[in-house]
Structures are given as structure tokens and as C-alpha cells.
């Protein structure tokens, strides 16, 4: 299905999904379409579960420049907070932290990730959902995980008649994403089993879908729009270049797809335009018009 511009009748959901295994899976994945939800079907309500929190993702020499400016600034109310944080960081090998000591770290490690999806929710207009889920350090879904993901769907599933959840595919080469795709798995055919619309995404771990099924175009400004979402999670950029990775995805996509809705024959490649994201149809409880 090519998802054409403007989103119309084959777009009939009130309620869209994201499952984000780690703060900035969201745009990196579905950030031009966010974007076009924005634009195109303002009344659609947007919700990104952000499922882990990530933290491990903050260096300590990022989180260092961070509470540097943040002292620099002179924010009264965080005043002792980055105190704190910056005496931890000083501490010498020879002085291991204590358990209290390291979650003070992992909470400020935490509070600039979520910053940070905030920011990304400013350009891409969603709400976001911080689940801080037990996946993160059991890498294994848990009770509780399993508990607070129900919790959270059962609120959202109330705020429209045709919802849609994307969620990362099963065989994504990242364990955090396959185990947030599994429990996203278990939880519907447990509890909602009719009640989404379920598609998957690509991330950079995942190899081009067998079934590429679903095809959003992105005008320059979507485009524009997912790049910017996706530099606002500066803690991760400055590690690795996401920004040059979605528009690496995107243009592939747009080209190779152009070619197979053509047959591979070059005199009807279908013109897609110069970027795309591709999903894939998990069920099909829509009927599209």
C-alpha cells in the first residue's frame, strides 16, 4: 500500500502507537510519517511509548559537558543536583561508587534522554509515555513490564475507534527492540487481540523487510522534519550520525522501491519522490479504500 499525500480514506485511524524500545527509536523509524500525522491529519491522536530509558546510551563524558552548561547557567533549582552529579563524576577509579551513588548518575542520565524525546515530540507534535520498563536491566520481559505495558494500552485504546500500534519487527538484530517487539506481540493477542491495526518498522539494525508492504513517501519538509527530530537526541549523535543513517534508509527506500513497484523494468519505475519509509503489515483488520 502506497501511503499517498494527503493522508485520506486509506489512512482511517483515530489513534496511532509507536512503540520506541529506546528514546529516539520513534523518529529514527516513523518520524517522517509523524510528521505527516502532524500536517495531514491533525485530529489523529499520536502516542510514542518510550519503553526503556536509555540511559546507558549517555556517556559520562556527555553527561560531564552536560551539568558544565547546566552550572554554567546558573539554574537555581537544579543547583545541587549538578553539584552532585559533577563531584560523582570526579571521583578516581580507586573510589568505586556506591549503589545510591550510581542510580544518582543513572537518573540524570535518564532525565537527558527524556529531555531529549521531548524536544523530538516539540518538532514532531506526539505525546510521549516514559514506561522505564525492567527490560532494560533483565534483558528478559518481566511481570512488571508486561503489567505497566497493559497499564498504559488501556488508557490509550479508549481514545478512538480505529487505532494502529507500530512496533518493531521480531527479527531486528537488537535485543532491546526484539523484546519490546515480543511483548508488544504477547500483550495484544492476549488482551487486545482485535482491537489494532499492527504494522512493523525498520530500524538501522534491521535488514530490508522481506515484505515491505507499507510506503510512506516524505515531501522535503517531512524529510527535513524527521532529520531534526532525530539530531535533538544530541546525547546519541554525538556517537553516532543518525542524522546521515535516516536519510541513508530513506533514499534507499525511495529508489529501491521505485524499481519494484516498476517490475524492475527501468521504463516503469515508479517515481516515489527522493525519500520513503517502509512498514509492514502485521494483520489485517482494516479494510482500505
Not at 529506546?22 to 500536517?39: E, T
Not at 510514542?48 to 560531564?64: A, E, I, P
Not at 571521583?91 to 545510591?100: A, G
Request: glycine content about 4%; charged content about 25%; some cysteine.
Amino acid at each position: 500500500m502506497l501511503i499517498e499525500q494527503p493522508l485520506g480514506k486509506q489512512f482511517p485511524y483515530d489513534v496511532v502507537i509507536v512503540v520506541s524500545p529506546h528514546p529516539d527509536d520513534s523518529c529514527i523509524a516513523v518520524g517522517g510519517l509523524l510528521y505527516r500525522l502532524a500536517h495531514e491529519r491533525p485530529s489523529c491522536k499520536v502516542h510514542v511509548l518510550v519503553m526503556t530509558s536509555g540511559y546507558r546510551g549517555v556517556t559520562d563524558q556527555y553527561l560531564k559537558r552536560y551539568l558544565d552548561a547546566r552550572a554554567e547557567a546558573s539554574i537555581a533549582s537544579e543547583g545541587e543536583e549538578v553539584r552532585r552529579g559533577l563531584q560523582l563524576l570526579s571521583r578516581k577509579p580507586s573510589e568505586p561508587l556506591n549503589p545510591q551513588e550510581r542510580q544518582q548518575l543513572v537518573d540524570l542520565k535518564t532525565k537527558i534522554r527524556e529531555e531529549e524525546v521531548a524536544e523530538e515530540s516539540r518538532v514532531l507534535s506526539f505525546t510521549p509515555h516514559y514506561l522505564r520498563l525492567n527490560i532494560y536491566e533483565e534483558h528478559a520481559i518481566t511481570e512488571q513490564d508486561q503489567a505497566r505495558f497493559i497499564q498504559v494500552l488501556d488508557v490509550l485504546h479508549t481514545q478512538g475507534q480505529n487505532r494502529l500500534l507500530i512496533h518493531p519487527g521480531l527479527y531486528d538484530a537488537h535485543q532491546t527492540h526484539r523484546l519490546c517487539s515480543q511483548l508488544t506481540r504477547d500483550v495484544l493477542d492476549l488482551r487486545y487481540p482485535k482491537l489494532y491495526e499492527r504494522w512493523t518498522y525498520e530500524s538501522p539494525w534491521t535488514q530490508f523487510h522481506v515484505r515491505s508492504d507499507i510506503i510512506v513517501p516524505l515531501s522535503e519538509s517531512a524529510f527535513s522534519a524527521k532529520v531534526l527530530a532525530t539530531n535533538a537526541h544530541r546525547s546519541q549523535t554525538e556517537r553516532t550520525p543518525y542524522g546521515n543513517l535516516v536519510e541513508g534508509i530513506a533514499v534507499r527506500n525511495a529508489a529501491v522501491m521505485s524499481e519494484i513497484l516498476g517490475s524492475f523494468n527501468v521504463n516503469q519505475a515508479y517515481q516515489l519522490g527522493r525519500y520513503a519509509e517502509l512498514l509492514a503489515r502485521q494483520n489485517d483488520r482494516v479494510v482500505y479504500v
